[in-house]
C-alpha cells in the first residue's frame, strides 16, 4: 500500500534557541558544525573569558540560592572563589590574578542587589511558540518591578554595552517574549548588567517591537529548518578523504562561511582553512590579557 502523501499538511514547528539561531546568523558553517555535524568535528581549546562568564555566572546564581541573612557581598565572592574556573588561562598566576579580579567585581555587583527583593525567577528556563517556532532559553535572572518583568542578563566582556545592544538583542526580547507568556505578566524591559564597569544598559520594548523580533526569528528559523532538511536529504553525507580528512562535498552551498573577524574566536577554526586566512585563531587567553581585547 501506497503511504498516503502529506501535501496541504501545516509545517512543524522549528524548536530552536536564540543562541542557534544566532549561530546561522553569524556563520552558517559553524551552524552546521555546532548543531547538524554528527560526531561533532573537535572543537579548539577552551577559552580563558568563557571560564570565568560561567564562574561568575554561577556565583550570582547562587547567591540567591542563599538564605536571606547570608546574602552579602562577601558570600558573593566566595561562591566566585570556590567556584572558579581555570580552563583556557595560560598559567596558574594569570588564573589567580582573575579570579582575584572576577571576586571583587562579584562583590562590587552584588553590594548593589537588595537580598530582600527575591527575583521572579534565577536562571529560569522559558519557552513559548508560535506558527512557526517553538524557542526556549535560560535567563539568568528574572526581576520584578511593580506587576510587570524584567529580563537580566549578565555581562562580563570588555566592551562596555549602550542601550542599542539591549534594543537590537534578539535574545533579550525573545526571553521577554517567552517570559511574559509563562508567568502571564507584562515583560517589555530588558537589561545587559555590565560587571566590569558596572553599568546597566537597559531597553523598553514595545508589543510592536518585541513583535518586529518575533517575525524575524521565524524568519531565520525558517531558513535553518530549510538548511537542516537540505543536509538531511539533499546532501551528500560527509566521507573520508584520501589524505584522511573529511569532505563535505556539497555543504557550502547550504553553508557557506562568513569569514570575518569573529573567525578569530570560532571552536571550529581548525576546519575551516576560509576563517583562519582571514583570522587566525587566537590563543585561548587572548580576551584576558591585560591589553583590552574583546572577542565579539
Not at 562580563?156 to 521577554?176: F, V
Not at 523598553?204 to 524568519?219: C, M, V, W, Y
Not at 569573529?262 to 590579557?289: F, M, N, T
Request: glycine content about 8%; some cysteine.
Amino acid at each position: 500500500m501506497e503511504q498516503l502523501g502529506l501535501e496541504g499538511m501545516p509545517r512543524r514547528l522549528y524548536p530552536c534557541t536564540p543562541s542557534r539561531l544566532n549561530t546561522w546568523l553569524d556563520c552558517p558553517r559553524r551552524y552546521r558544525m555546532t548543531y547538524l555535524d554528527r560526531p561533532q568535528p573537535v572543537k579548539g581549546p577552551p577559552w580563558a573569558h568563557n571560564s570565568m562568564g560561567a564562574a561568575v555566572h554561577n556565583a550570582l546564581a547562587g547567591y540567591w540560592r542563599l538564605p536571606v541573612a547570608e546574602r552579602t557581598p562577601e558570600a558573593a565572592g566566595a561562591l566566585l572563589a570556590r567556584g572558579w574556573l581555570t580552563d583556557g588561562f595560560r598559567d596558574a598566576e594569570q588564573a589567580r590574578r582573575w579570579r582575584d579580579r572576577a571576586r571583587a567585581m562579584v562583590e562590587e555587583y552584588a553590594s548593589g542587589l537588595d537580598p530582600h527583593q527575591e527575583p521572579a525567577g534565577v536562571e529560569r528556563t522559558v519557552a513559548t511558540r508560535t506558527d512557526v517556532i517553538a524557542v526556549s532559553g535560560r535567563i539568568d535572572r528574572l526581576d520584578e518591578r511593580g506587576g510587570a518583568l524584567a529580563v537580566v542578563d549578565y555581562k562580563t566582556g570588555r566592551r562596555p554595552l549602550t542601550s542599542d545592544d539591549a534594543r537590537g538583542s534578539l535574545a533579550l526580547a525573545l526571553y521577554a517574549v517567552a517570559a511574559s507568556r509563562v508567568l502571564r505578566r507584562p515583560c517589555r524591559t530588558v537589561e545587559l548588567h555590565h560587571l566590569p564597569t558596572g553599568t546597566v544598559a537597559a531597553w523598553d520594548h514595545t508589543e510592536e517591537s518585541l513583535g518586529r523580533h518575533l517575525r524575524r526569528a521565524e524568519r531565520v528559523a525558517t531558513e535553518c529548518a530549510d538548511a537542516d532538511e537540505a543536509y538531511r536529504t539533499a546532501i551528500p553525507a560527509p566521507r573520508r578523504s584520501p589524505e584522511g580528512g573529511v569532505e563535505h562535498v556539497g555543504h557550502d552551498e547550504v553553508f557557506p562561511p562568513a569569514p570575518g573577524p569573529l573567525c578569530a574566536w570560532c571552536d571550529y577554526s581548525r576546519h575551516c582553512p576560509e576563517g583562519r586566512e582571514v583570522a587566525p585563531r587566537k590563543e585561548p587567553w587572548a580576551a584576558v590579557e591585560d591589553t583590552p581585547v574583546t572577542p565579539g
